[in-house]
T-cell receptor, first 112, second 116 residues
Framework: RKEVEQDPGPFNVPEGATVAFNCTYS??????FFWYRQDCRKEPKLLMS???SGNEDGRFTAQLNRASQYISLLIRDSKLSDSVTYLC?????????????FGTGTRLLVSP | GAGVSQSPSNKVTEKGKDVELRCDPI?????LYWYRQRLGQGLEFLIYFQGNSAPDKSGLPSDRFSAERTGESVSTLTIQRTQQEDSAVYLC??????????????FGNGTRLTVT
């Protein structure tokens, strides 16, 4: 089983739609969580950190469920520019050092 | 200041040759990571530096791969006797605040390596 698992998609939605992705992680010692976005053939860029209490940044909302070991990303009012791959990232700190593990990503396609 | 800088941006090499990839992290960032991303695949962790030390080398695919970091700054990833399966984008990232878990990664643009 992969340490971080995501549905690869693609998720096809029309402009203005609301869409949500989940990501599950297997290591209960994971401490920090992030969502990154990656345009085709470009480097990943931080979208948002995920806090235990949940957090919102404009149209994006991230939630963490430690009991079930998953994080989610909700995108409201989808834009064409949201058509990228969303990477779930989990930071493992149980071995005394940082190791950020990336999921393989969920691809979103927003159509006009 | 400047972001993470990687060079070269593209490298084409013949099978069996050695290559050296360079990463200049953001000034002051103590943690530095190397990842590999094959076409259409996710990011594969290679190695992590805290300062000049590499506490985790578990991701290096084989003994043909090595990396070093000096002056808590520049890092080089060396691949010896390259193979075609080494073809990928090699991404470097750094993070600040002593590499604390809640510090996000800042990525360079990557080096696209093609082994012919």
């Amino acid at each position: 089983r992969k340490e971080v698992e995501q549905d690869p998609g693609p998720f096809n939605v029309p402009e203005g739609a609301t869409v949500a992705f989940n990501c599950t992680y297997s290591n209960s010692a994971s401490q920090s969580f992030f969502w990154y976005r990656q345009d085709c053939r470009k480097e990943p860029k931080l979208l948002m950190s995920v806090y235990s209490s949940g957090n919102e940044d404009g149209r994006f909302t991230a939630q963490l469920n430690r009991a079930s070991q998953y994080i989610s990303l909700l995108i409201r009012d989808s834009k064409l520019s949201d058509s990228v791959t969303y990477l779930c990232v989990v930071n493992r700190e149980d071995t005394g050092f940082q190791k950020l593990v990336f999921g393989t990503g969920t691809r979103l396609l927003v159509s006009p | 200041g400047a972001g993470v800088s990687q060079s070269p941006s593209n490298k084409v090499t013949e099978k069996g040759k050695d290559v050296e990839l360079r990463c200049d992290p953001i000034s002051g960032h103590t943690a530095l990571y190397w990842y590999r991303q094959r076409l259409g695949q996710g990011l594969e962790f290679l190695i992590y530096f805290q300062g000049n030390s590499a506490p985790d080398k578990s991701g290096l695919p084989s003994d043909r791969f090595s990396a070093e970091r000096t002056g808590e700054s520049v890092s080089t990833l060396t691949i010896q006797r390259t193979q075609q399966e080494d073809s990928a984008v090699y991404l470097c990232a750094s993070s600040g605040e002593g590499g604390q878990g809640n510090s996000p990664l800042h990525f360079g643009n990557g080096t696209r390596l093609t082994v012919t």
